[in-house]
């Protein structure tokens, strides 16, 4: 049964299929070429000819180089090869052939089909009728009489005895030629229908940008609504902690919640605006360091913990860009330090401009080694992340009893063309 499936499986019967469509596509240009044959032959009946018929293919074949420079022929070229051809869609190109390459590739492709599919389908159409003839003349009399004009070889025994072998080997070879033809067709489909080289950069470029976007997608909502999280965490054990002792840090604390989950909901729906590809007036803006850092201080210090700031830039005059990116990045800094410190413990921001360049430091005690959590470290990957786009750095790690996060980003953005500066985190 194996050995039987390159000839007659699945895969070689649907390549059989294709085959056969494309003799019926190179019907229409047989006629043609009948209609040129039978005048310069002088012949009324060019069918009635097997030389006639040939003849008539070869004129007509070429024709098809015109059909080819139709926009839609690759395409529909390309996903019959895909259906029955086994050939991959990565592999094929789904636009319409423009430049001259292209179209040179699709008429030869065309051509090829066609040609191929013509000489299948003329062999489908003639040897299993005469294989079965074969196979049934030593058993049925009524064939042997009958007047299909066998060859008179027939009428020697021996001739008799293998006709049903010569039938048999006929229909095998029907099967290979078939198998062998349609091999070739999807050999050669990713050569003369696949992309071209514009074709792969470009499909590499758009997979790139959406790559982009899905990252820049899983920063915002990691240092959004992480960080609330984070915070509202805090700020519920915090007020649990002096439910009956001090209702008014409840109070402070509960209100802080709601802004802070209010807001969170607000950028998220800022980050949804990524997906949706739009900036529809009723998309909140991303928050920024000169609109939303006093906010940013406030709802962290909610639950008690000692956070200091220190300012020395006017983020006014940063570009939108830089603001933006400088928010996240202290919001994801505070949102590191209040996970792994304790609640006396002081964290102190500082944001400065010097030389052309922001930046950013947070730091905060050292208490201990840094859990390690299940996929943890998304925060600082995404603050080099960036820093990178930005064309700065940024560094995390212990100095001395403390543990620090410096940024630094250049004011006016990455060069144009340039490459981003290493970053060490």
């Not at 059909?67 to 996903?79: D, I, K, V």
Request: with cysteine; glycine share 12%; charged share 20%.
């Amino acid at each position: 049964m194996r050995a039987a499936r390159p000839l007659f499986g699945r895969r070689a019967r649907l390549r059989w299929v294709h085959l056969i469509l494309g003799g019926a596509l190179a019907t229409p240009y047989v006629l043609v070429g009948s209609v040129i044959i039978g005048p310069v032959t002088g012949s009324a009946d060019v069918f009635g000819s097997f030389p006639l018929q040939l003849a008539s293919f070869a004129v007509g074949l070429p024709l098809a180089v015109l059909t080819s420079l139709f926009p839609l022929t690759r395409p529909l070229e390309a996903a019959a090869v895909r259906w029955l051809c086994g050939v991959g869609p990565d592999r094929l190109a789904a636009a319409p052939a423009r430049s001259r390459g292209e179209k040179g590739r699709t008429a030869a492709w065309f051509t090829l089909h066609l040609g191929l599919g013509g000489i299948i389908a003329g062999m489908t159409l003639a040897l299993p009728p005469f294989a079965v003839v074969l196979i049934l003349l030593p058993a049925v009399s009524a064939v042997r009489g009958s007047r299909l004009g066998l060859p008179e070889v027939l009428d020697h025994t021996w001739a008799l005895a293998l006709a049903p072998v010569a039938g048999a080997l006929s229909l095998a070879a029907l099967a290979g030629c078939a198998a062998g033809c349609g091999a070739l067709l999807a050999r050669w489909a990713p050569r003369l229908l696949g992309p071209t080289a514009q074709d792969r950069l470009a499909a590499a470029e758009a997979r790139a940008a959406d790559l982009a976007v899905r990252n820049r997608l899983a920063r915002e909502l990691h240092d959004s609504v992480g960080h609330a999280l984070s915070a509202v965490t805090l700020q519920a054990g915090a007020a649990r902690r002096v439910l009956d002792s001090d209702p008014e840090f409840v109070r402070e604390a509960l209100a802080a919640i709601e802004d802070t989950t209010r807001r969170t909901v607000g950028e998220l729906d800022a980050v949804l605006g990524v997906l949706r590809e739009a900036d529809s007036p009723g998309t909140a803006p991303a928050p920024t360091l000169a609109a939303d850092l006093d906010g940013l201080l406030r709802r962290t210090r909610a639950d008690g913990r000692r956070v200091s700031a220190t300012v020395a830039a006017d983020p006014g005059k940063l570009p939108p860009l830089v603001s933006r990116e400088a928010y996240r990045i202290v919001q994801e800094g505070l949102s590191n330090a209040l996970k792994h410190t304790g609640e006396r413990a002081a964290v102190h921001v500082r944001v400065t401009a010097a030389g052309g360049d922001l930046e950013i430091t947070v730091e905060n005690p050292l208490t201990g080694p840094r859990p390690s959590r299940p996929g943890g470290g998304h925060g600082l990957r995404g603050v080099a992340d960036r820093a990178r786009l930005l064309g700065g750095t940024a560094t995390a790690g212990p100095v001395g009893a403390t543990w620090r996060l410096h940024v630094r980003l250049p004011i006016e953005g990455p060069a144009p063309g340039g490459p981003a500066r290493k970053d060490p985190v």
